[in-house]
């Protein structure tokens, strides 16, 4: 999901710019061992790079709680993340119908149990159950950003900041004998410097401290 959405459509700005430079981009949704697979570098969402690779941090990730206008005109209204008990989430996880989601707010740490009658293994699949408005979806904002723009979707609870489920940065990573060769580094720098230039679906959430009632 997030090569085809936020890598691809950079390709032909970077061939243009680097006319001589081929590339071999394999999409996978599966961890990829560049060891035995013979690959250069790869990009991987997670908490923690392996020990065993070469790591560079190329961007955050961050992650958002939408549902589609009409799940939410037909629910109870949610303004913290405690309103969500009883709610019908979706989430990530096949054969997982219960999940914890912590959030992060003004008022510290807060952890809420949530069900789904749907599970469901991929994010876009989690995506459109959410626009067809079956339920609060907890997705990564590079997966939804258009959604939310274009009205499909609308953010839940924004100024609590969810925990997701894939890792908060995008690695480049590369086994230590294996150097990214400069038009490797090329094309790293550029997808980079695109993202910056792009804050639709990467910017952090904001958190505001709740007042404290006036004495």
């Known amino acids: 999901a997030f090569g085809v959405a936020h890598l691809v459509p950079y390709l032909g700005a970077f061939s243009k710019k680097h006319p001589a430079i081929t590339l071999d ?4 949704d599966r961890h990829v061992d560049p060891f035995e697979e013979g690959i250069d570098v790869l990009l991987r969402i ?5 020990d ?3 790591a560079s941090r190329l961007t955050d990730i961050h992650y958002v709680l ?3 206008p009409t799940f939410l005109a037909c629910t109870k209204p949610l303004t913290s993340p405690r309103d969500l ?3 019908h989430c979706l989430f990530y996880g096949f054969r997982k119908h219960t999940s914890v989601w912590r959030f992060a707010s003004g008022e510290g740490t807060v952890e809420v149990p949530v069900t789904t009658d749907i599970s469901v293994n991929n994010s876009d699949a989690v995506k459109s159950l959410a626009v067809q408005g079956l339920g609060v979806a907890l997705l990564p904002r590079f997966a939804v950003a258009e959604d939310i723009a274009s009205g499909a979707l609308v953010e839940v609870l924004p100024l609590h900041v969810p925990q997701g489920y894939l890792g908060t940065g995008l690695y480049a990573l590369h086994p230590p004998s ?3 060769a400069p038009k490797l580094r090329a094309f790293l720098d550029f997808i980079k410097g695109a993202w910056l230039l792009d804050q639709t679906w990467h910017r952090p959430a904001v958190v505001v401290a709740t007042p404290s009632p006036a004495a």
């Open 46 to 50: 997670c908490d923690a790079p392996p």
């Open 85 to 87: 008990a009883g709610v």
């Open 66 to 68: 939408v549902a589609a």
């Open 25 to 28: 981009l394999c999409l996978l």
């Open 52 to 54: 065993n690779m070469v």
């Open 178 to 180: 294996r150097h990214p």
